[in-house]
């Protein structure tokens, strides 16, 4: 990256980051040791995406063997959401772990189809196919 | 929903060589819609130009007003906009890309300007999904400058970036002219794509003919007219809109004109294959035309 954008960062970090957008809810459940499900609640877009990295990095550090996403209650999520899940999946592949998402929306389907995604991710139509996959 | 609406656009420019005013566009009102790809057509200098920078908000039109999202943002409202402009994606005839900047730095760009607060590792993932999605392999592509890029590569990072914020309406100046038909027919499928899978709305401007009838769900022909009993042009006016099968049966002459053999021959749907109109099935790939 080029100076222009480091420069850019460091601004933002020391003048912005305090007002980011009101942190979106993330419900995650412990099934067991080896699996957790994670199911953000509302539209997972660039002012929220970061959250649900942080809760993806949390799981992928401590070496889980399976994380389901769940977009079941997204809503939506858009290009910057993808990519925290096409992150998530390196890390997890890394470990040789899997990384499963629910997906049940057509609109979301989408989001994946268009960019080529639908056959990089497991995806699972309900939480319950995911867990006994 | 209208995602554009255009009413009573006029423009004019000095003419140095006449030494006077001429007018260009006048009183063009058009709309588009959310959902739709809607194609703007003409012939060269009608004008497409001068109101593809008008919509943008890189033209200030003589009178008239435009409003974008449902937006006012003409007469000039400039934080209606800044506001809007994070919505819209363009795409310029000549990709417009920064020749200082290599690639990736090109697409990350306008996502650092408008969500700095990403983090750098997800950007870089954005930018290769962005590239992947007009066919281009980010580790071949993405440390590259611009000038060592064929015109087609170009135009595709061009589209990628205009991609990269997610828009829900991209303008795009001639997508297609200059690509080879491959290349071409991969924007062509993108664009309808986006629009069908995504509910984006797009308007285009386009010179080919069988890339307009592949991807519009509406078109609007735009035509320089002439007075009679004067030398001087009047300005561009709208003078036809419809749905391709329309403009397809159109009887009024510089319809008939301009659309050429299109007129009478139809485009699959599914191949592109060029047949004499109104076929079922097409002749090549079998595929069903009825929507
Ligand atoms: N800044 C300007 N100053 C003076 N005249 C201009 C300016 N911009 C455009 N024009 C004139 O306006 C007319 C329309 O130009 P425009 O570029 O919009 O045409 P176009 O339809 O996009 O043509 P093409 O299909 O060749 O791209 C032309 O006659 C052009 O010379
Ligand atoms: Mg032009």
């Not at chain 2, 995602?3 to 030494?19: E, Q």
Request: proline share 4%; net charge neutral; hydrophobic share 40%.
């Amino acid at each position: 990256m080029s100076g222009y954008f480091k420069r850019k960062e460091k601004w933002h970090k020391k003048y912005l980051q305090k007002d980011a957008t009101l942190p979106m809810e993330i419900k995650v459940e412990e099934v067991s040791p080896q699996m957790s499900v994670i199911i953000p609640q509302g539209e997972i877009d660039m002012g929220s995406s970061g959250e649900l990295r942080d809760v993806l990095h949390k799981t992928t550090k401590n070496k889980v063997q399976t994380i389901i996403v769940s977009l079941e209650d997204a809503g939506h999520i858009d290009s910057s959401g993808i990519a925290t899940l096409i992150e998530a999946l390196k890390k997890v592949e890394a470990y040789s772990g899997e990384l499963r998402v629910v997906i049940n929306t057509k609109k979301i389907f989408n989001v994946f189809k268009i960019a080529n995604l639908d056959m990089v991710f497991k995806i699972y139509e309900s939480t319950q196919d995911a867990k006994n996959a | 929903m209208t995602t554009v609406v255009l009413k009573n656009i006029s423009k004019s420019f000095f003419n140095s060589k006449l030494k006077k005013m001429e007018i260009v566009l006048n009183n063009i009102s058009l709309t588009a819609q959310h959902g739709e790809v809607t194609v703007l057509m003409g012939q060269s200098g009608c004008g497409k130009s001068t109101l593809f920078r008008i919509l943008i908000g890189e033209e200030i039109a003589d009178s008239g007003c435009v409003s974008i999202l449902e937006k006012e943002v003409f007469p000039l409202n400039k934080k209606n906009l800044q506001e809007v402009k994070k919505k819209f994606g363009i795409l310029f005839q000549y990709g417009a890309l920064f020749n200082s900047m290599n690639v990736g730095d090109n697409i990350a760009f306008p996502i650092l300007e408008h969500q700095p607060q990403l983090h750098r590792d997800i950007i870089d993932i954005m930018v290769d999904t962005k590239l992947r999605q007009v066919s281009l392999e980010p580790e071949k592509f993405k440390h590259k400058m611009p000038a060592t890029l064929s015109g087609g590569e170009r135009k595709r990072v061009g589209l990628a970036r205009a991609l990269a914020l997610d828009p829900q309406l991209i303008f795009y100046d001639e997508p297609s002219a200059g690509l080879d038909p491959i290349v071409s027919r991969t924007i062509d499928k993108l664009i309808k794509n986006l629009v069908k899978m995504l509910g984006i709305a797009s308007v285009v401007i386009t010179h080919e003919l069988d890339s307009a009838f592949a991807i519009a769900d509406r078109m609007i022909i735009l035509k320089r007219a002439v007075p009679e009993h004067n030398d001087d042009w009047d300005g561009t006016i709208v003078y036809e809109e419809g749905t391709p099968d329309d403009l397809r049966n159109s009887q009024k002459p510089y319809t008939v004109e301009f659309l050429g053999e299109f007129s009478n021959f139809e485009i699959c749907k599914n191949c592109r294959f060029v047949q004499q109109k109104q076929f079922t099935t097409c002749e090549k790939c079998g595929k069903p035309q009825s929507e």
